[in-house]
């Protein structure tokens, strides 16, 4: 069996392929800042109170452009192993997008990936972020939301869409 960290990268990687990066675990979140690191957009506290249990996280993935990678793994108990992967595009980063290079339109090329990939509908969340939407795949969970200060994309493995929605309501306000 492969490793723990090769496995949430095996569980990431089956999802919607995009440029993404990371930043310290036990960050708090940032009241403001041009390159907002995805563990200032969702800390380890508030990983636990949505997903309801504590998860180990990994060093933050500075994938470069503006874009930051944390992971998140538990194992063992009710359901299994379960995973996360949250990317943060910060404003700058969408800039250099040469397909979506606006934050409406880099939300939505990211929405509609998730959509055409899988062959499923989005379902937006109400009162996260500017926009906000849960895309059900299988077997991940995905979220992505439109923040003030850019776009983050969840991908859950493992959990429900009620924890996904909680995720993605936690990460709704820079």
Request: positive net charge.
């Amino acid at each position: 069996m492969p490793p723990p960290r090769a496995l949430l990268k095996l569980a990431c990687a089956a999802t919607v392929s995009t440029i993404l990066p990371a930043a310290p675990v036990t960050a708090q979140k940032a009241a403001t800042s041009a390159t907002t690191p995805c563990a200032m957009v969702l800390t380890a506290d508030e990983v636990k109170a949505a997903v309801g249990a504590a998860m180990q996280g990994y060093p933050p993935d500075d994938r470069g452009r503006g874009n930051t990678e944390c992971e998140w793994i538990l194992r063992g108990g009710p359901g299994g192993v379960k995973t996360l992967s949250v990317s943060f595009h910060d404003l700058d980063g969408i800039k250099l997008s040469p397909v979506a290079p606006t934050p409406d339109g880099f939300y939505e090329m990211l929405v509609k990936a998730a959509e055409d990939s899988t062959s499923t509908r989005r379902e937006p969340i109400a009162g996260a972020g500017l926009h906000a939407a849960f895309v059900p795949t299988s077997p991940q969970t995905l979220a992505i939301v439109h923040r003030a200060d850019g776009v983050v994309r969840i991908v859950a493995n493992g959990m429900t869409k009620a924890q996904t929605i909680a995720l993605a309501k936690a990460v709704a306000t820079p």
